[in-house]
């Protein structure tokens, strides 16, 4: 196997020296610039992104011709040293990828652009180096020959940041930032939203879009016509049940505004790339306000993946009082308007409180009030008491009354959780907001402590 590795490593060496003399005779030295790519967006910044690869080779024209490296002799070489390589000559001008994804290739190309662009890039010259030569070489061989390759499935979240990177969850799922690739596949499917200052050839994505939840998917990569067997689809979760969990689980405890989107499917980055282009799943979605992003810190980690993992609980998927109420908390953190969210508060909290204590009447504030009030008093995260906690929701459920009949002046006297008094309703649907994912995640704890032993 060594022997082979160096019979085909020297005539590739060859080959690269051939081509590099007869660029340097032509031009001197490698030119380097912006290259245009309509398929691609390029990181210039953290949030700036730009169909023009930065400082990128200029290569010259001949190397793009179909088989314009077949008129070297020592391409003959290559290809007869690659052919006595039972895997490698099995990928030579064939159809490579999986069972359902299968494209043709060009060795030619896969030369210049897997081996001699990238050298060309490392040196900045068509001077032959061999040490760099080596390291692009065996990496791409590596690579090229590779018997399986990893399909990565990502939904992206708008409206999120975290300072754990990855975030770590049940069954191989993980939330990451997205690479560069996955980014641009994300702004080409309209998974991410545009910000100002975008235009036809750049896309500015905010730094709070540009996370997503992930798994791995593992094939083993076929080879020859794509018609020589029946192709099965892979099965795959779409991600759309544990996005939603995320989603849910992160709004509860970190609070903001943060939404799952698109699904995406295309290969891992730092692979050969035998499937050369991702696919995705087209549906709807809301948007989340980058005014109001969900930020995930290390101390609130343990307990999100505690909330995801009860949230799939049977027990709390059939409370249907739980959610309902956790649906209008997801639709109060999604509204832009503070007088939309004051009303979806209070409808999550009807759901919640009215239900679970068996009240059916038509004065609906003060009951949910006092339900509220003694399931929270002692909450520790509120750090208030029975009477401020009782008012201010009798206070917040006037507002939301008020809100729903178009009464005029419907906002005084306003104040917050601590009894303070306020003229901003941002302030109050904030505590109230807080108030409702603390009501929810006592009654999840509920659900869990009934299954401990």
Request: with cysteine; aromatic share 8%.
């Amino acid at each position: 196997m060594n022997e082979q590795f160096e019979r085909r490593r020297v005539a590739v060496a060859a080959l690269v020296r051939a081509v590099f003399a007869r660029f340097a005779a032509d031009e001197g030295q490698p030119r380097f610039g912006l290259r245009h790519d309509p398929w691609r967006w390029w990181r210039h910044a953290q949030e700036d992104f730009i169909l023009l690869q930065r400082n990128a080779w200029v290569m010259p024209a001949d190397l793009s011709i179909i088989r314009w490296l077949d008129g070297f002799p020592e391409m003959a070489t290559v290809r007869d040293a690659c052919a006595a390589d039972p895997v490698l000559g099995s990928r030579v001008d064939t159809m490579m990828g999986t069972e359902f994804s299968r494209t043709g290739t060009n060795f030619y190309w896969i030369l210049a652009k897997h081996v001699i662009e990238p050298v060309v890039s490392a040196t900045r010259s068509y001077e032959f180096d061999e040490t760099r030569f080596d390291e692009v070489y065996r990496r791409f061989e590596e690579k090229f020959r590779a018997e399986h390759l990893h399909m990565i499935e990502l939904c992206p979240l708008n409206g999120f940041t975290s300072t754990e990177d990855p975030f770590l969850l049940p069954d191989g799922l993980a939330v990451r930032q997205m690479t560069d690739l996955q980014m641009s596949q994300a702004i080409n499917i309209l998974a991410l939203p545009r910000t100002v200052g975008s235009s036809g050839n750049g896309a500015r994505v905010s730094r709070n879009d540009q996370w997503a939840i992930m798994s791995t998917h593992e094939f083993p990569v076929v080879t020859g016509d794509a018609h020589a067997t029946s192709p099965q689809a892979p099965v795959l979760s779409l991600l759309e049940g544990p996005a939603t969990r995320l989603v849910t689980a992160l709004r509860l405890v970190c609070g903001g505004s943060v939404v799952a989107t698109r699904t995406i499917y295309q290969q891992a980055d730092d692979e050969f790339p035998f499937v050369p282009s991702g696919s995705a799943v087209l549906n709807t979605f809301t948007s989340a306000d980058n005014d109001r992003p969900t930020t995930l810190l290390p101390t609130d980690a343990d307990t999100v993946r505690y909330v995801y993992l009860a949230l799939g609980l049977l027990q709390v998927r059939e409370d249907k009082s739980l959610q309902v109420a956790i649906r209008r908390l997801i639709y109060a953190g999604s509204r832009n308007l503070d007088s939309d969210r004051v009303v979806d508060l209070m409808t999550s909290a009807e759901a919640l409180f009215l239900k679970r204590a068996g009240k059916k009447t038509n004065l609906k504030g003060g009951p949910v009030a006092e339900a509220a009030a003694s399931l929270l008093a002692t909450d520790s995260a509120l750090n208030t008491d029975h009477a401020h906690l009782e008012a201010f929701l009798r206070m917040v459920y006037m507002a939301r009354n008020a809100e729903l009949h178009g009464d005029d002046q419907p906002y005084a006297p306003l104040h917050g959780l601590s009894g303070e008094p306020t003229t901003s309703l941002a302030l109050v649907v904030r505590d109230a907001e807080h108030v409702m994912r603390r009501a929810i995640l006592a009654v999840l704890h509920e659900h869990t402590a009934a299954i401990t032993p």
